[in-house]
């Protein structure tokens, strides 16, 4: 139920205008999209609807059965999902497109999706411009010989979040500390770590205190760095059904981001007619900002007494070095760090304080930066001034953006952290070696940034595509190349598979709905979810990832067969649920519907948490400092029409900004006498992007780019301190005009 009651009528306060359907409104153009998942999957619609009607969403992390969630009524579909859900229903691609790669290296990654599923295991070595079919068996003995034949420190593994289940997960990183190597990484540490790290310091969890029923109703929800509009579209009826039950949400983001200003929910009447005024104010910080504007909205709540005086007094630590620590900082020091005023944060403060109920809500505007992890210090402390934790309509949310990644980072596929996100201590490795009954190797493991500069003999990654991941793509296919044996296991071709190496081996993967026995997610709100196998066409030689990675580590470590074995997916649950207690209960979902929320619809309910002495902890932050050089841009990269870095199309539906789109303010623009669509030439002393002016409602000062294409003006050595996640949101450059 919700918090307030959802006003049952229409509400021409929150219309957008009285335009039907949008017409003459930069808006995703949703219905289009279902006609075009119609027409793109006409040739197995029938396998197509059940995926929709059977399968759990495979897009972002906020967690579906079917076409239902357990928050609202009705469908609960987003464009996300219809433009993923080709990749399940696609047939193998022709088999005589391998024999030329320099070819296919002229074809952009949407070609290479396009082209179909990989049919069969392929090999390529060093010289070839094709690649030759190899046998499974001959691939695995294969792999094994070569893991043999190195040390385990240079054995080095990347999971992806692309449709990826807590199963696979499980056992890939399992079968990886069996054969001897900690190198195990996954997607949720370029998005998340961060406020894994933080969250665990100040509250002793590493996810979603809250539940998404606690959206609808509350009194604010802020959003920090966070763009679900166009991340997590799903979530936009979430927050139709707040804005009617009274909720005020707020937004703080250099750019105005259009559609979380104005939005249209295609399954709701109401809004899919005249549209949904989504966002109460806007907050437009600096790039970096976010922590001087913050700090300076809890020093108006401490000067003015806004304070939960009750809840910081018995439920945390810390508050008083925090107190001092933000009074002691001039104001001009808080303005000049969010590039916000005095006033505007009093404004905000004033609306914290109104509120008796909150829930924060950031991402990675926040996450990807080299002040990461204080960041979300910055985003709690702020929470705990007001008690906006431990109770109904109130919470701590970093919301994901797949639908991998939570259960990612929880199964232990982390390099510093195991299964149940336990630090890497010696204890910890002694209780897991107790239970897998082998010895879980000592030697800390390495990101995957760390694995590629270090230099690995095996390299294998399940999905992903370092050269559009990563910060320095040229120097990224540089060190691809020197791998001697690079695996790569997915569904489709990828832009890396063509890097050329001494050997090159790729293995063609099942999606999450053909994988016996069914599979399981875990959402944003904590909720474990099943996954049904879903009937339909097969490609014949796909293999499951996991089942892959145990074949191969009964190669390389036959003695360990036994604990490396399944007699089936029931019996893989039913250890999970051992080995991380929190997940107990993931032994009994079997069927469409199935779930469970781990620590309940709340944790630190009434304010107490699970860390040592169960209270929540403030933290004292310094201010960043920051300074660009004479003439130079803060630059950020941005997503547009896509799904990680799987680019749908050129043009942003939202904004109609195009890949080669730079945003730049109205005011710089006009400054530098730019119109839109004069062509420009970004740089600084990582490369540079040629693209064209695009003047808009951004932040003065700044400039964004799209990901993975602004890659090239990315430090690879910037990072974050301890989840060291590349800095992809902060960098600099500068803007000149090209003839």
Known sequence: MPLKPVHRGWDPRHWVSLSPFGLGHLKPNNFYEVFRAFSENRDQLNYAYKILNDGVCDGCALGTTGMRDWTIKGVHLCNIRLRLLRLNTMPALNPEVLQDIEALKQKSSAD???LGRIPFPMLRRKGENHFSRIQWEDALDHIGVRIRATEPEKLGVYVTSRGIPNETYYTVQKAVRAMGSNNIDNAARICHSPSTVALKEAIGVGATTCSYKDLIGTDVIVFVGSNPAVNQPVMMKYLYYAKKAGTKIIMVNPYREP????YWIPSDPESALFGTRITDTFYQVVPGGDIAFLSGTLRHIIEHNWLDNAFIQDHTDGFEEVKQKVLSTPWEDFEKGSGLTRTDMLEFALTLFKA??????WSMGVTQNTRGEDTVHAVVNLALSRGFLGQEGSGLMPIRGHSGVQGGAEMGAYTNALPGGLPFTPEHRASLSEKWQFQVPEQSGLSAPEMLTEGMDVLWSIGGNFL???????GVEALLSKVPLRVHQDIFLTSQMLVEGEEVLILPATTRYEIPGGVTETSTERRVIFSPEIEGPRIEEARWEGQVFLEVAKRVRPELSPQLTYSHMGALREEISKVI???AGIEKLQRKGDSFQYGGSMLCRGGTCPTPDGKAHFKALNLPERTLPEGAFSLVTRRGKQFNSMVHEHIDPVNKAPREAILISHFDAEQLGLKKGDPVRV???HGELLGTAFPCDLKRGGLQV????????????KHSPRARIPAYKEAYAYLEKRA
């Open 706 to 717: 799209h990901w993975p294409e602004g890659n090239v003006l990315l430090d690879p050595n």
């Open 259 to 262: 559609a979380m200003d104005k």
């Open 468 to 474: 559009e991941v990563l910060p320095d793509p040229q």
């Open 112 to 114: 290479l999706r396009e």
């Open 581 to 583: 207690p929190m997940y």
């Open 683 to 685: 740089h600084n002393a």
């Open 356 to 361: 008796h109920r909150g829930i924060l809500v």
